[in-house]
């Protein structure tokens, strides 16, 4: 007889396996206690929960305790349940039921079908949660959501939509970090060919097989308007591999299983494997290529304008690729079409896609702006250097008695102009005027000052002032231009003839003078003040300049800087000086050219704070010998004592060939000279490479030559001057003028 258990005794427990009896007695309390268990011990209980139920089958409490098979027998369902009260079966299937209330309700389970986690305690795991729906069918058949709505294994990317997002966003991440990579490499270049080359390099092979740059010929400038027709020069070409690499061996492998036509079989051209394509091309008006390239954005060559476009721009004999294998930039600058680029793929490769258009675009862009502002500072750096070219001396000039020799450095590459300047004028007697000065500033508004004060050092000198009163007048000039304009300057005038130097400085470093036996001093010269200070009166020294010697003039670039004082560089520039000297031999001076190479040698890397000119002197002299001097009366008879004096010059000298053609010019210019002098007039004569002679008067008006009439009787004297010497002038003195000529010696080449 079967025995079955009271409502006071209980249920009897349970095998851990979940086992029941034929009749299913015992399953509700084993369901029931698992759940009480599942809800005290917290969020971490629901690992242990799949080990009681059944295998392949999910615990369903809300059902389990409503059903009438899981009431205990031996009544009636509604005296079961009044016992259930006084039993721990009913406490433990209420305590159970109540949990299940207080759960939130899954929106698919009312349904009857539990496929999501939706009701998952925190830390649990989806995959754990739901291995299985209650139909057995899988969780995430056909209705996995990738918003995060429903299904956890699309917010966990088990899915194939949420494989194939994964697999969109990662390529779009790729563009973004492709085209930041590139246009910072693209924005690396300064000239044009750096910009041109950084968009080469960042797009092969990384986005294009190859690549074709177009640019405008002439590139505009600013607002510069362009004057006839619009003409594209192919200005460079870049591939990823030789034809034998693409084709293997042979080039009809090149075309696609498609028979697409690839660029690959278009022949290589340089010595860099160059693409062959159109040098030139004219845009005409009305056009393919001038619609594309006026509508701005990049297409692909299989769109309706660029299928005419690309044979225009790469001519008519080169294939294009069919397809999305080709895009057509445009590169558009601040205002206009500069040019266009051409992106092309193989067979062997993915086809562009619509996002690449997007990418060329911003390519074509950042190297357009590139480009534009490449052709801007080019034009500035031209400005500057032809700024700078003017404001110094071309070529300088070579004085009787004097070599000289010079350099210019600016500060720095991005600043080619600055204040430094020299020059070297002649003046009348042979003599050389030798300038250097220094505006504070190297800048384009240092420059400007530098060009004015250089122009009216050159009118001082040639009105043959002192040199302190060259610098009172600087000082004058600068102080007219601005109240901060302030430079230093060194004014020194070299006399050949009496190998005597007067030098005057206004705050600039004093010269050194290297001997010819090597041995270099620095010149005591008083340093006055800078120009444009005012009110300051300057000095002239008069020294010694010596046969074979050499003057070093130079700005404060060379001796100072941010590692070494002025004084401390000085010394160091005597020091070179003497070391050179010495190196080269003590019985003759160093080459002039050779000097100033090895005196700017003895810069260091932290020593190019500033712009440095350098201005070199070698002093030849001219032997007293060499020269014949006379006074002349204003007299009438002075012009045939001048040419007795000259025929006894040119015999002494051995220079009898050249009497008549002397005597004659010498008789008209002095004659000249007489007629217009109340002082004595002046005659010299020097021989150095040429026959020179200078005739002085106090008559500040200068000759000029005209065009005599039949009638007249003089006005020729000029006329016969300028036919029969080698070169003429005239130069007006303080005291007067002189007008001076020279005549080529016998068998010297005549320049003119």
């Known amino acids: 007889m079967t025995e079955y258990p009271t409502s006071q005794e209980g249920p009897q427990p349970v095998a851990s396996g979940g086992g029941t009896d034929d009749a299913g007695h015992g399953k509700a309390a084993v369901a029931a206690t698992e759940a009480v268990r599942t809800h005290a011990q917290g969020p971490g209980a629901e690992r242990g929960a799949p080990a009681t139920a059944s295998a392949g089958e999910l615990p369903r409490p809300r059902t389990a305790a409503a059903s009438p098979a899981d009431i205990p027998a031996g009544g009636e369902p509604g005296q079961g349940g009044a016992r259930a009260r006084d039993g721990e079966a009913a406490r433990n299937a209420a305590a159970a039921a109540s949990a299940q209330d207080r759960a939130p309700e899954s929106p698919r389970a009312r349904g009857g079908e539990d496929r999501t986690t939706h009701g998952a ?5 989806p995959d754990a949660l739901a291995p299985t729906g209650v139909d057995g069918a899988a969780p995430g058949d056909g209705d996995v959501q990738v918003d995060g709505v429903g299904g956890g294994a699309g917010r966990h990317g088990g899915g194939p939509i949420a494989g194939a997002e994964t697999g969109t966003a990662r390529r779009e991440g790729d563009r973004l970090r492709f085209v930041g990579a590139a246009t910072r490499r693209i924005a690396r270049g300064i000239d044009l060919d750096e910009i041109v080359l950084g968009l080469c390099r960042a797009t092969v092979p990384t986005f294009s097989d190859a690549i074709l740059v177009y640019l405008r010929d002439p590139l505009p400038v600013g607002d510069e308007r362009p004057v006839g027709p619009v003409v594209l020069r192919l200005r460079r070409t870049d591939r990823l591999r030789p034809l034998d690499d693409l084709t293997g061996g042979d080039p009809a492998g090149a075309a696609g299983a498609a028979g697409e036509l690839d660029f690959s079989q278009m022949t290589l051209v340089g010595p860099q494997g160059d693409l062959p394509a159109a040098e030139l091309c004219e845009i005409r008006p009305g056009g393919a290529l001038a619609e594309v390239l006026r509508g701005v954005r990049p297409v692909f060559g299989s769109a309706a304008g660029a299928k005419d476009a690309l044979p225009e721009l ?17 590169l558009r600058g601040r205002r206009r079409v500069i040019g266009a680029a051409v992106f092309l793929r193989t067979p062997d490769r993915p086809a562009f896609e619509t996002n690449d258009l997007l990418v060329a675009a911003q390519l074509a862009t950042h190297t357009a702006l590139g480009i534009d502002k490449a052709v801007l500072y080019g034009r500035e750096a031209y400005i500057a250097d032809e700024l700078q070219r003017t404001m110094l001396p071309d070529s300088l000039p070579q004085p009787t008695g004097v070599r000289l ?15 430094d300047w020299y020059d070297a004028i002649p003046l009348p007697g042979s003599r050389v005027a030798l300038v250097v000065g220094d505006v504070m500033g190297h800048s384009m508004t240092s420059a400007a000052i530098m060009g004015q004060l250089r122009t009216t050092a050159q009118t001082l000198a040639q009105l043959d002032l002192p040199p302190a009163e060259v610098l009172h007048h600087l000082d004058e000039q600068a102080q007219r231009l601005g109240s901060d304009r302030m430079a230093t300057c060194l004014y020194a005038v070299y006399d050949p003839v009496s190998h005597r130097i007067t030098i005057a400085n206004a705050g600039h470093p004093p ?37 074979g010697a050499t003057l070093l003039l130079y700005t404060d670039g060379l001796v100072e800087s941010r590692l070494r004082d002025v004084w ?15 190196l080269t031999g003590l019985d003759h001076p160093p080459p002039l050219e050779a000097l100033c190479d090895d005196v700017l040698d003895m810069l260091g890397p932290g020593d190019r704070d500033d712009d440095i000119a350098l201005l070199a002197a070698r002093f030849d002299g001219i032997a007293p010998s060499d020269v ?13 004592r001048a040419r007795r004096f000259a025929r006894r010059a040119l015999t002494r000298w051995g220079l009898e060939e050249l009497s008549d053609s002397l005597e004659l010019l010498v008789s008209e210019v002095v004659t000249n000279a007489v007629r217009y002098a109340e002082r004595p007039v002046t005659l010299r004569l020097l021989r150095t490479d040429v026959l020179r002679c200078e005739v002085g008067d106090d008559s500040p008006q200068l000759p000029r030559q005209r065009r005599a009439r039949d009638t007249d009787e003089g006005g020729r004297g000029l006329f016969l001057v300028n036919r029969m010497a080698r070169r003429w002038g005239a130069t007006r003195l303080s005291s007067g003028k002189v007008v001076w000529f020279e005549l080529s010696l016998p068998g010297a080449h005549d320049p003119r």
């Open 121 to 125: 305690r925190p830390g649990s795991r």
């Open 568 to 582: 401390t560089g000085i010394e160091q520039l005597r020091e070179r000086l003497a070391t050179t000297a010495q």
């Open 628 to 640: 014949a001097y006379w006074f002349l009366d204003p007299e009438e008879t002075a012009p045939g």
């Open 405 to 419: 020799a010079s350099r210019y450095l600016p500060a720095a590459e991005t600043a080619r102009v600055g204040g």
């Open 314 to 330: 790469l001519g008519a004999d080169h294939p294009v690729p069919r397809g999305q294998r080709a895009i057509l930039a445009p």
């Open 511 to 547: 010269p050194v003078l290297l001997h010819l036996g090597g041995r270099a001093e620095v010149l005591r010269v008083p340093p006055g003040a800078p120009i444009g200070v005012g009110g300051v009166d300057f000095e002239a020294v008069e020294l010694d300049a010596p046969a």
